[in-house]
């Protein structure tokens, strides 16, 4: 172990950040747009990925349901990971495939004008797939967060946020400080003297 390779790693990250930001800034401001129209509209946020991106939308879904800060008591926002309830990710695996997790809890949960957001590195997730096109089928508005090809979700989905790298630890770190920023963007703009 050497502290060029930490330096090395986070350097890359870095760049990657601002590359990040030069890219995927108009997107970034659609999607906030696109979220805060529909939670203005009685609408609600529903959340999925794979692994870390699993993690990610459970992450995210607490920052929208609790508070990014403390000291800012605004109301909740409603938002629902769909990769928590091990008992129906189970049973709908079982059931029906593992391809049909999400999309089966976009039909039972989802309303025209709620907001899907799927996160997939590849972009090639076939489960996040079959849930936006579910979500199309039921009115629901799409955000991708996917790695620079965009694969087969970005073409499905209204707004795609596509990191630019092929690097699937930094598309990651990526996702997240969007996702981050995705929130205080809807939180100033939903609750600004909170």
């Known amino acids: 172990m050497n502290t060029d390779r930490v330096r090395a790693y986070l350097h890359e990250m870095s760049d990657l950040a601002r590359r990040t930001a030069d890219a995927c ?32 939308s459970q992450h995210l879904a607490a920052e929208f349901v ?6 800012n008591q605004r109301p909740a926002i ?12 189970t049973a709908i695996a079982n059931d029906f495939g593992f ?9 039972a949960l989802g309303r025209p004008g709620d907001v899907l957001i799927g996160i997939s590195t590849s972009g090639n997730s076939e489960d996040i797939m079959r849930a936006f096109g579910q979500a199309a089928a039921q009115s ?11 694969g087969r979700l970005a073409p499905m989905a209204n707004v795609a946020i596509r990191i630019p790298s092929t690097e699937t630890s930094h598309i990651q770190e990526c996702h997240i400080a969007i996702g981050q920023l995705l929130a205080f963007m809807v939180e100033g703009a939903l609750y600004p003297s909170a």
């Open 140 to 150: 629901l508005q799409t955000i991708a967060l996917t790695g620079q090809s965009g």
């Open 78 to 89: 409603p938002a629902i990971a769909l990769t928590t309830d091990t008992s129906i990710l």
């Open 25 to 56: 800034a108009d997107d970034i401001v659609d999607a906030a747009e696109l979220l805060v129209d529909a939670l203005r509209e009685g609408g609600k946020i529903l959340l999925c990925g794979n692994g870390g991106s699993a993690a990610d």
């Open 99 to 107: 391809e049909g997790v999400f999309a089966r809890q976009v039909e």
């Open 66 to 71: 609790g508070t990014l800060t403390i000291g």
